[in-house]
């Protein structure tokens, strides 16, 4: 008998579901939500209405192209930590609902774990133990991988992700929200060794990049008092510089964590592994010091319900299951 196992992702302003069948992903319908955009960031209280006008189509949307109905379900997995709070609520009580219903096990997925399992949905797949560089707009990790279900977080953020540094920099420069994609677009025809932005000397294995948008802060100060259309005229070239920037923070902590474990299975992950320069710069990096490298297709690096249920296949295998009066959590570590 095939396990076939629905999954559902509502920690942000994703409202996602999947089903995995054996370990392969049938479907992945994602709905997003525009409501956003006018107010430069993710509003927590309309996510949670909107997940909540989402979710039972995407649900039904994610059964029908998998080819299956409810009752062929063996288990309902969901986004149990970290996220927001009221998004994930709405996750979690349509699974366990479905769950009670169904009279099938649920499983709770932590949703940091899931992005680095992304990198199993396809192959090629890493080998054990493997390290991945988490990117997203809430974290900043270097994970390194024991098992699918062993995991170890070895260097992360101490202020802000790289994806709030892509974001937080975009705004700067009067861009709409979320300003990750829009600089990598403009990036895309710009000169990175145009403009001069500090790296941090962070030690050990942890990032920082609130003084990469403070210098960015006066960078533009100082510019736009010298010529008022400067962003304007020169757009292409400051997002390339920025983004050269937050690359080569995040890969030269790789180097030094591949260098101090030993390790050359390198994987990256999160939102942040869909910018165009850090998986131009991964393979790069990779050639250079000889690392096999990964990077998931790019509907599985933001966020997805297939990562979700990938994490739950394997939860599913060691009969991780959790009772029916789990609740959700902003932050939990894994
Ligand atoms: O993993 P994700 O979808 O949601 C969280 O769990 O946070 O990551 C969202 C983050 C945002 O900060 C967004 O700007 C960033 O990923 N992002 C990008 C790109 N695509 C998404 N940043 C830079 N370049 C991109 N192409
Ligand atoms: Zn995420």
């Not at 059964?63 to 997995?77: E, F, H, Q, R, S």
């Not at 099938?104 to 080998?127: G, R, S, T, Y």
């Not at 400051?238 to 030269?252: F, P, Y």
Request: proline share 6%.
């Amino acid at each position: 008998m095939p396990v076939n196992i629905l999954a559902i992702e509502s920690s942000c302003d994703e409202t996602s579901a999947a089903v995995i069948a054996d370990g392969k992903i049938l479907s992945n319908i994602i709905a997003n939500q525009s409501v956003h955009e006018q107010y430069g960031g993710v509003v927590p209280e309309l996510a949670s209405r909107a997940h909540q006008e989402n979710i039972v189509p995407v649900v039904d949307a994610a059964l029908k192209k998998a080819g299956m109905v409810p009752a062929d379900l063996n288990a309902i997995a969901f986004t149990q930590s970290p996220g927001l709070i009221g998004s994930l609520l709405v996750g979690s009580c349509f699974a366990k609902s479905m769950a009670l219903a169904l009279d099938v096990p649920l499983i709770a997925v932590h949703h940091m774990q899931a992005h680095v399992l992304a990198n199993f949905i396809e192959d090629p797949k890493p080998a054990f133990p493997f390290l991945c560089l988490t990117v997203s707009g809430g974290h900043t990790q270097i994970v390194l991988c024991e098992s699918p279900l062993q995991m170890r977080v070895i260097g992360e953020t101490t202020d802000d992700a790289a994806g709030e540094a892509f974001d937080k920099s975009a705004k700067l420069l009067g861009l709409p929200y979320p300003g990750g994609p829009l600089i990598d677009k403009y990036a895309k025809e710009g000169d990175p060794f145009k403009f001069k932005f500090p790296e941090p000397q962070i030690p050990g294995l942890n990032f920082s990049f609130s003084g990469l948008k403070t210098a960015i802060l006066y960078f533009l100060q100082d510019n736009r008092a010298k010529q008022a259309d400067f962003v304007e005229a020169n757009l292409r070239d400051i997002c390339a510089s920025i983004q050269h920037r937050i690359v080569t923070i995040l890969l030269n902590k790789l180097v030094k964590a591949s260098q101090e474990t030993g390790v050359r299975e390198i994987s990256i992950a999160g939102g942040v592994s869909a910018n165009s320069g850090l998986r131009q710069g991964l393979k790069e990096y990779g050639e250079k010091h000889q690392w096999n490298v990964y990077i998931p297709k790019f509907e599985y690096c933001t966020d997805n319900a297939a990562m979700i249920a990938m994490t739950a296949h394997y939860k599913y295998l060691a009969g991780a299951f959790s009772p029916l009066d789990t609740i959700p959590s902003a932050r939990a570590a894994f």
